[in-house]
């Protein structure tokens, strides 16, 4: 069974710098699209970026600048992001698509999210 899983989350000072990971296993052999998504309490949830084939990424323009999408190998990404606010207080979602897997290709499978908390 193919399972997404984020990584990294936790309690930063305004200001700090955390990076999130995202890992696909179960079989997986190469995600080609990851998706990186954050709900703030009370909101829907919001597009962060998207990383599609090697490195192609697209910032959403609002967070650019501060956040940043790479892609470690075939099944592993991150969401580096910098100068921290309490308006970045959100679960994370990583999301894959177009995925190559030992028994088939799979689409739109989501993680179930990391927690980052910017407060003093």
């Known amino acids: 069974q193919v399972t997404i899983v984020e990584s990294g989350g936790g309690l930063v000072q305004p200001g700090g710098s955390l990076r999130l990971s995202c890992v696909a296993s179960?079989?997986?052999?190469?995600?080609?699209?990851w998706g990186w998504y954050r709900q703030s309490p009370g909101k829907g949830r919001e597009l962060v970026g998207i990383l599609t084939g090697r490195s192609t990424t697209n910032v959403t323009p609002s967070l650019a600048g501060r956040f940043t999408i790479s892609r470690e190998d075939t099944r592993t990404v991150h969401l580096d992001i910098n100068g921290l606010t309490p308006d970045d207080t959100a679960v994370y979602y990583c999301?894959?698509?177009?995925?190559?897997?030992?028994?088939?290709?799979?689409?739109?499978?989501w993680g179930q999210g990391t927690q980052v908390t910017v407060s003093s």
């Open positions: 999301h894959a698509d177009q995925i190559t897997t030992q028994t088939g290709p799979l689409w739109d499978t």
């Open positions: 179960g079989g997986v052999l190469y995600v080609n699209t």
